[in-house]
T-cell receptor, first 110, second 112 residues
Framework: SQQGEEDPQALSIQEGENATMNCSYK?????LQWYRQNSGRGLVHLIL?????REKHSGRLRVTLDTSKKSSSLLITASRAADTASYFC??????????FGAGTTVTVRA | KAGVTQTPRYLIKTRGQQVTLSCSPI?????VSWYQQTPGQGLQFLFE???????NKGNFPGRFSGRQFSNSRSEMNVSTLELGDSALYLC???????????FGSGTQLSVL
């Protein structure tokens, strides 16, 4: 079973627009991470936010975390064609495993 | 620095056979995790090893097993393959486990 749910399942945007996706989870966490996957290949780590943090930035990425609502959001600004991928949130409950959400498929149109 | 290497990249087996997948982590990483990815179930955790010890195991039948060697390389084995075992099997390594995993490209297993 998966810890988190992501919303929306799919997203199509124009190049240059922003993309926002949300993740909800069920149990207490140590940290929450976001990963990107291109066409069924391996996942690439994007950003990690700890349970005592509320917001984090990395380049064009902005992540927020609301532990009271057990939710997180990932914002990609000024999207590019290369951002076309599936994005997954993953939670770490300090038990040596990550629990992944179902993912959001993002398509950036030129 | 070389990334996580998984072999083979593709594998075709028939029901009832067994299979062994291999994973070489990034040099210096002692934690290796395995995940199964399918369109229907998404990414499911199989197990995690650290310094040759299994620290956590997912909800998979006993047909799925793994091990880690002293050089941190890991293998997973699936015995008596079933059609439902067809999936992308992903290995990931990290320094201590739980944070920032580095994934390999995966082994695509097809069971016929």
């Amino acid at each position: 079973s998966q810890q988190g749910e992501e919303d929306p399942q799919a997203l199509s945007i124009q190049e240059g627009e922003n993309a926002t996706m949300n993740c909800s989870y069920k149990t207490s966490i140590n940290n929450l991470q976001w990963y990107r996957q291109n066409s069924g290949r391996g996942l690439v780590h994007l950003i990690l936010i700890r349970s005592n943090e509320r917001e984090k930035h990395s380049g064009r990425l902005r992540v927020t975390l609301d532990t009271s609502k057990k939710s997180s959001s990932l914002l990609i600004t000024a999207s590019r064609a290369a951002d076309t991928a599936s994005y997954f949130c993953a939670t770490d409950a300090n038990d040596y495993k990550l629990s992944f959400g179902a993912g959001t498929t993002v398509t950036v149109r030129a | 620095k070389a990334g996580v290497t998984q072999t083979p990249r593709y594998l075709i087996k028939t029901r009832g056979q067994q299979v062994t997948l291999s994973c070489s982590p990034i040099s210096g990483h002692r934690s290796v995790s395995w995940y199964q990815q399918t369109p229907g179930q998404g990414l499911q955790f199989l197990f995690e090893y650290f310094s040759e010890t299994q620290r956590n195991k997912g909800n998979f039948p006993g047909r799925f097993s793994g091990r880690q060697f002293s050089n941190s390389r890991s293998e997973m084995n699936v015995s008596t393959l079933e059609l439902g075992d067809s999936a992308l099997y992903l290995c990931a390594s990290s320094l201590e486990g739980g944070e920032k995993l580095f994934f390999g490209s995966g082994t695509q297993l097809s069971v016929l």
